[in-house]
């Protein structure tokens, strides 16, 4: 996932907005996103954006409309200034179904850690048993 949205982001202006709603992700993830960038070679900029309080409306309050429409929202207002939108849980991928509408890419990494894995055992050899 980091290393998609650096390639997406060095193909525009180089903005990744990072959306997460628990505090603890968001350093780790911007470090991935920021490892990947170095891999690269590209230069990006990524700009944090926390959901402070989705999710003690999830887990607390269980009103998961309620978590979806402050995530929803931030990710609104990430897509006017990022050219690649990355959720830093695995959990959010709940969202995918009301990201259709968004106008840059948004990232998970369920999905593409699936796909690598694929890709990875597609060209692997195997010996058999």
Do not use: Y
Not at 83 to 97: C, E, F, K, N, T
Not at 99 to 107: A, H, M, T
């Amino acid at each position: 996932m980091a290393e998609e949205a650096v390639r997406v982001a060095s193909r525009a202006d180089r903005r990744i907005a990072l959306v997460a709603t628990v505090r603890s992700t968001v350093g780790p993830s911007r470090r991935l996103v920021e490892r990947a960038s170095r891999a690269l070679s590209e230069n990006v900029v990524v700009r944090e954006r926390l959901v402070d309080g989705a999710l003690d409306v999830l887990m607390k309050e269980g009103d998961r409309a309620k978590h979806n429409r402050l995530v929803m929202d931030e990710i609104r207002r990430a897509e006017r200034d990022a050219d690649v939108i990355v959720l830093a849980q695995g959990s959010m991928i709940a969202l995918l179904p009301e990201l259709k509408d968004v106008s840059v890419p948004v990232l998970t990494s369920p999905r593409l850690g699936i796909e690598r894995i694929k890709s990875i055992v597609d060209g692997a050899a195997f010996a058999p048993l």
